[in-house]
C-alpha cells in the first residue's frame, strides 16, 4: 500500500467517522416526543400521513393533502386548540419518524403489531383491516389458501405488516415487493404478479386505473387486524388525550361518518366496544417524559451474511453496467471522432438525452411504461438496460475525451518510423488514451457501485433493498442503515483501491479515485 493510498484511505475513514458522531449529535431521538402541554404551548401539531394512499390520504385539488387520515389528523388538533401540520410520511418511515421526533403522531394505516410495540406506543385503534385478496380472473383461486402455489407471485409493500404475516400463512409464493401503495396494483395489471393481500377497503381503489383488467376480491378474509395512532415510546400525555378523543369520536359516531364520507361504506368489521378501553398500563403515567431511544445492533448483525449477498449483487450489477456501458461509450466515441455529421447527430442526440435525465426515470420508463406496449422486462434485466444506456452515454465522452487527447504530431511521429497502423494502435494510442481516460473511468464505477442502490425501488433484492427488508421486519431502520452504510464505505474504498492498483501497476496512472 503506498503512501499516498494510505493517506488518502485516512483522511476518507476520518471524514466517515466524523459524520457518523455528528449524525449522532444532531440527530432527533424519541426523546424530543412533545407532550400535550408542549404541543399546545408551541401551537403545532405535526401528524404523519401517507400521501399515496387514497381515500386516506391523497393530494387533492390545489396539491392539498385529503382524505380520512387528514381529516381525523384535523380533528385531533381541532381538540387540542392547534394548528395542524401534516407531515408527508410514506409507510416504511412510520415508525423512523416517530423515532426521530419528526411528527407528533403517525397515522396511514398503522397496524398494532408486538414488533413495532417495541419502539413506539399506540392509542386505542382508530379502524380495522379485514386482509382479504384482490387478484384477476386468470388467477384460478376461490379461496385464500389457493394461492399457496410456487407459481404465485404475491406483490405487496415494503413496510406494511402483512408482509410478515404472509410468510407464516402463504410461505410457497414468490414475493415481490415494491416501494408505493399504487405500484402493487400496477403489478398486478402488468402480469408481474398474481395477486395482492391486503386491506380490501383500502387498496381497490387503485384497480380503477385498469378497468380491463377483470379484477376479483376473494369473500373470505385471511385475518382481521386493528390499526391506531401511533406515538414515541413513553408519551403517555398524548397517549391519554388521544384515547380519551377516539372514545368519544367512536361513540359520538365521528369516525364512522368520516369513514362513510371517504369509502361511502360503513367499515367492514367495526372497532369491538372492548377495545376502545385503554389499558391502565398503557397510560399509567399521563404526564410521563418520552423514553430516550435505545439502539440495537444485535437483529441487523445477525442478517449480516443476507446483507454482505446484497453487496455481492450491487457489484454484478456495477460491473455488468460498467462493462456494457463501455461497450456502447466506444462505439458512440469513435462514431463522434471519426463519423460523418448524421452519425454524430444521432450519437449526440442519444448523449443528451441520457445525461440529462435521471438514470432512475430511465429505469421506470422501461419497466413501468414498456409492459402497456406488450414489453415485460424482468426488476433486473430494466436495472441493467436502464444502468447500461445511462452508463454508455457517459462513457461515450470519456472515451472521446481519450480519443481527442491523442496528438497529431505523436501520430505523424510514428508514421514518419514507418510503424504499421496496428502498431501505432498498439503502442501510440491505445496507452495515450488509457493514460488519459483511466481516472474519469474508475470514479464512474464507483458511481455504478453506489447507482446501483436504485435497483431496490424495482424490487431487486441487492444491498440497499435488503436492508429495506430487514428494515420492515425489526423497525430497526437507524442502525440497519448505518450498518449498511458502512458496508457502502467498505465497498467503495476496495473498488477504488483495486483499480488504484491496477492504474498504477497495468498502465502506470497515479488515479485519484478516493
Not at 503506498?2 to 466517515?16: Q, V
Not at 385478496?133 to 386468470?138: H, L
Not at 455488468?320 to 463522434?336: N, T, Y
Not at 448505518?482 to 496512472?509: D, K, P
Request: charged share 15%.
Amino acid at each position: 500500500m503506498t503512501g499516498a493510498f494510505r493517506h488518502r484511505a485516512s483522511g476518507w475513514l476520518h471524514a466517515i467517522f466524523a459524520l457518523i458522531a455528528l449524525a449522532a449529535w444532531v440527530l432527533p431521538g424519541a426523546a424530543d416526543a412533545r407532550t400535550v402541554e408542549e404541543i399546545r404551548r408551541e401551537g403545532v401539531l405535526r401528524a404523519g400521513v401517507n400521501p399515496n394512499f387514497p381515500p386516506m390520504s391523497v393530494y387533492g385539488a390545489g396539491n392539498q393533502l385529503v382524505g380520512f387520515d387528514v381529516d381525523v389528523a384535523r380533528e385531533f388538533a381541532k381538540r387540542l386548540g392547534v394548528r395542524l401540520q401534516l407531515v408527508p410520511t410514506e409507510a416504511a418511515q412510520r415508525v423512523p419518524f416517530l423515532v426521530s421526533g419528526r411528527i407528533d403522531l403517525s397515522l396511514g394505516a398503522l397496524t398494532v403489531t408486538p414488533e413495532r410495540a417495541k419502539l413506539i406506543d399506540y392509542s386505542v385503534p382508530l379502524h380495522s383491516e379485514a386482509m382479504g385478496v384482490i387478484t384477476t380472473a386468470k388467477v384460478p383461486a376461490s379461496r385464500w389458501e389457493d394461492l399457496d402455489k410456487a407459481d404465485i407471485t404475491l406483490v405487496n409493500m415494503r413496510g406494511n405488516q402483512s408482509v410478515e404475516v404472509l410468510r407464516e400463512k402463504l410461505p410457497k409464493p414468490q414475493r415481490l415487493l415494491v416501494d408505493g401503495n399504487a405500484d402493487t396494483i400496477r403489478a398486478i395489471a402488468q402480469g408481474r404478479a398474481d395477486a395482492l393481500v391486503e386491506n380490501v377497503d383500502f387498496f381497490v381503489g387503485f384497480t380503477k386505473n385498469y378497468p380491463d383488467v377483470q379484477w376479483r376480491v376473494l369473500a373470505d378474509p385471511i385475518f382481521v387486524a386493528y390499526c391506531a395512532v401511533g406515538i414515541a415510546k413513553g408519551n403517555g400525555s398524548l397517549q391519554t388525550f388521544l384515547n380519551a378523543q377516539l372514545l368519544d369520536m367512536h361513540e359520538s359516531g365521528v369516525v364512522d361518518a368520516l369513514w362513510r364520507k371517504w369509502y361511502d361504506a360503513s367499515m367492514t368489521v367495526p372497532v369491538p366496544a372492548e377495545m376502545l378501553v385503554a389499558s391502565p398500563v398503557a397510560v399509567a403515567d399521563a404526564s410521563a417524559v418520552p423514553a430516550a431511544y435505545s439502539f440495537s445492533f444485535g437483529e441487523t448483525l445477525a442478517q449480516l451474511p443476507y446483507l454482505l449477498g446484497g453487496a455481492l449483487i450491487s457489484l454484478q450489477i456495477a460491473f455488468i453496467s460498467f462493462w456494457s456501458g463501455a461497450v456502447i461509450g466506444l462505439f458512440g466515441a469513435v462514431g463522434k471522432q471519426y463519423g460523418g455529421n448524421a452519425v454524430r447527430r444521432v450519437i449526440d442526440a442519444y448523449v443528451t438525452l441520457f445525461t440529462n435525465t435521471p438514470a432512475l426515470v430511465q429505469i421506470f420508463l422501461l419497466y413501468y411504461a414498456l409492459p402497456d406496449a406488450g414489453i415485460k422486462l424482468a426488476s433486473m434485466t430494466a436495472v441493467l438496460i436502464g444502468l447500461s444506456l445511462n452508463a454508455g452515454a457517459y462513457l461515450t465522452e470519456i472515451i472521446r475525451g481519450g480519443l481527442a487527447s491523442v496528438r497529431k504530431s505523436e501520430m505523424e511521429a510514428a508514421v514518419t518510423l514507418g510503424m504499421k497502423p496496428r502498431h501505432i494502435l498498439v503502442h501510440v494510442m491505445l496507452p495515450h488514451i488509457a493514460r488519459t481516460i483511466f481516472g474519469p473511468l474508475s470514479n464512474f464505477f464507483v458511481w455504478l457501485v453506489l447507482g446501483s442502490s436504485m435497483a431496490a425501488l424495482f424490487g431487486v433484492e441487492e444491498l440497499t433493498g435488503r436492508a429495506i427488508n430487514i428494515s420492515t421486519a425489526n423497525l430497526r431502520t437507524i442502525e440497519t442503515f448505518a450498518i449498511v452504510g458502512g458496508i457502502y464505505v467498505v465497498l467503495t474504498i476496495a473498488a477504488s483501491a483495486s483499480l488504484a492498483l491496477v492504474g498504477r501497476y497495468v498502465f502506470r496512472v497515479r488515479a485519484r479515485v478516493f
